[in-house]
């Protein structure tokens, strides 16, 4: 098992412990009390802070510990934030390892309500369990279905968070291992819509992993389990759904292609992604995966696939996150994950 160790560069230690001082920084955009919806544009320039050369720029959120940052002179990207009033604090370093900050209050307008998110085809009736992320019955296990072996720990921290409590999952891989982390969140077994909501942090990079998974796993009153698994698969550039190809009782597991592309290697490092889906299923266990939205941009999926399984489990409704290594040797990652709420109805 492998320890967690983040390490915080020079500079960001000099930072924390220096005064705001005078910065030319510019910022674009959002102005001050504007109403954004997340994830929203930070598009920024500085030129000097304290009058010496900037070395570096970044941002956080309100309180938190965690900052983004670049060696850059430059920000023009997508932060993400949960719903409410904030205060954005643009961060500035010179050459000598001061920080210059600039503060701007911003009201992120919450999923519900963003006209790109798509928690607006969530009916009014719905049910919904919240921060699933803090609760204390997650275990892990390396994933059989992969190659190689996978090790992985995680728990729940305030940084870096969007509200004080993400959970780490960190991981070892070896000969492209997946490591699979569960946890139950509900008993019942009527719903049959279904839409996951969460906010997804890679931590420093990317080159430890190559897929992301997100799945809601029903076990119904006649003893079917629906296995409603999706994947971002950077192997095929693709976002994948799960398939039965064969049957309950003699299963085949594989993956069906979307034309949608997804690659965890484009998303940004150190900062938040917003993840939701949405899938229904019917009682013999076809599931129909219909969109899904990657920091707000909706790719339609509009796929039906047979994915009920024979499994003997309890009625229970619980959801998976599987991080699958990138390679044959041995590598790392650390990928957080928060305000994960599912509505189902």
Excluded at 135 to 153: M, Y
Excluded at 158 to 168: D, F, K, N, Q, V
Excluded at 253 to 265: I, P, Y
Excluded at 288 to 310: C, R
Aim: charged share 10%; aromatic share 12%.
């Amino acid at each position: 098992m492998r320890s967690v160790k983040i390490v915080t560069p020079a500079f960001l230690m000099l930072a924390l412990a220096a005064a705001p001082a005078f910065a030319q920084t510019s910022i674009i955009s959002p102005v001050n009390g504007q109403q954004v919806s997340s994830p929203f544009t930070l598009n920024m320039t500085a030129n000097s802070c304290s009058s010496l050369p900037v070395s570096a720029v970044g941002y956080s959120l309100d309180s938190s510990s965690s900052t983004s940052s670049w060696p850059a002179t430059y920000i023009d990207g997508p932060v993400g934030a949960p719903g409410g009033w904030h205060t954005l604090h643009v961060k500035v370093w010179n050459d000598q390892g001061g920080v210059c900050v600039t503060d701007v209050s911003i009201d992120v307008t919450s999923g519900a309500t963003a006209a790109s998110s798509g928690a607006s085809v969530v009916p009014s009736n719905a049910v919904s369990i919240s921060s699933i992320q803090t609760l204390g019955n997650w275990v892990a296990i390396h994933d059989g279905g992969t190659t190689g072996w996978s090790s992985g720990t995680t728990y729940v921290t305030g940084s870096p968070s969007l509200t004080g409590g993400a959970r780490l999952f960190a991981d070892e891989f070896n000969d492209f291992g997946g490591e699979r982390f569960s946890a139950q969140f509900a008993g019942t077994t009527t719903e049959q819509n279904f839409f996951y909501d969460g906010w997804v942090y890679i931590a420093n990079d990317t080159n430890g992993f190559s897929n992301l998974e997100f799945d809601l796993n029903q076990t119904l009153s006649n003893g079917l389990t629906v296995i409603m698994g999706f994947q971002c698969d950077s192997w095929n550039n693709t976002w994948d759904y799960a398939v039965n190809g064969g049957s309950p009782t003699k299963p085949w597991d594989t993956w069906g292609h979307a034309s949608a592309a997804c690659n965890v290697h484009q998303w940004g490092v150190n900062q938040w992604h917003h993840v939701q889906i949405y899938y229904t299923r019917n009682d013999s266990g076809w599931v129909t995966y219909h969109d899904v939205w990657l920091d707000g941009h909706e790719e339609g999926i509009n796929v039906t696939a047979f994915s009920g399984y024979e499994l003997g489990w309890a009625p229970s409704v619980l959801t998976n996150f599987q991080i699958d290594g990138s390679s044959s040797g041995t590598t790392w990652s650390n990928v957080y994950l928060d305000e994960l709420t599912v509505y189902r109805w």
